[in-house]
């Protein structure tokens, strides 16, 4: 009895390996056609990045630093603000400073790499964003934000994963000097 047991279990294990191995034969196309594909897509990724490598090169440093996603260093801007702006929120009371806060640390900036952004907050519970392009004078460090209706400038300063934006012109109302910290991983 147990011979015959051995013998029906290694039939079934020869069967089974044929159709593995059948299946396998089958299947070697399809991996061919995969391994290819994936072999291609390598190719163009590893190119890609050697293209934009070049452009990036030619771009300069501020715009590569640029791009990606920032937003307000809160810690910095409360303990860096101006002190006009510091008399002028003293006169707000407790709710009205916290709302402002509030809104301020919600502010994110999109750069992307093709010259666009994107800005977007949250003001006393209701969504705001603006679009625009951007550019920055390498030689001046000047941060120039055109958005529709308005245009922004800023002198700009890096940091490590910082950035300080100083406002070329001055509004009555602004918070002055603005402190940003990279997202980006």
């Not at 666009?116 to 679009?131: L, Q, R, S």
Request: aromatic share 14%; net charge positive; with cysteine.
């Amino acid at each position: 009895m147990k011979s015959s047991m051995t013998k029906k279990s290694h039939t079934g294990m020869i069967i089974g390996n044929a159709r593995f191995h059948v299946a396998l034969k089958k299947n070697y196309k399809d991996m061919k056609k995969i391994s290819f594909l994936i072999g291609l897509m390598t190719f163009f990724t590893l190119w890609s990045q050697l293209c934009f490598a070049q452009v990036a090169e030619e771009a300069g440093k501020d715009k590569l630093q640029i791009v990606g996603i920032w937003r307000i260093n809160l810690d910095d801007q409360k303990e860096k603000l101006e002190t006009e702006f510091k008399n002028k929120l003293k006169g707000l009371d407790d709710k009205k400073q916290e709302e402002f806060w509030l809104s301020t640390e919600s502010r994110v900036y999109v750069f992307n790499e093709n010259g666009y952004f994107k800005n977007y907050w949250v003001d006393n519970g209701a969504y705001f964003e603006k679009f625009g392009k951007w550019v920055i004078d390498e030689e001046s460090k000047i941060l120039r934000l055109e958005l529709e209706d308005e245009i922004w400038e800023y002198r700009l300063k890096f940091n490590g994963k910082g950035m300080t934006w100083d406002p070329i012109s001055k509004k009555e109302e602004f918070i002055g000097v603005l402190y940003l910290i990279s997202l980006s991983l």
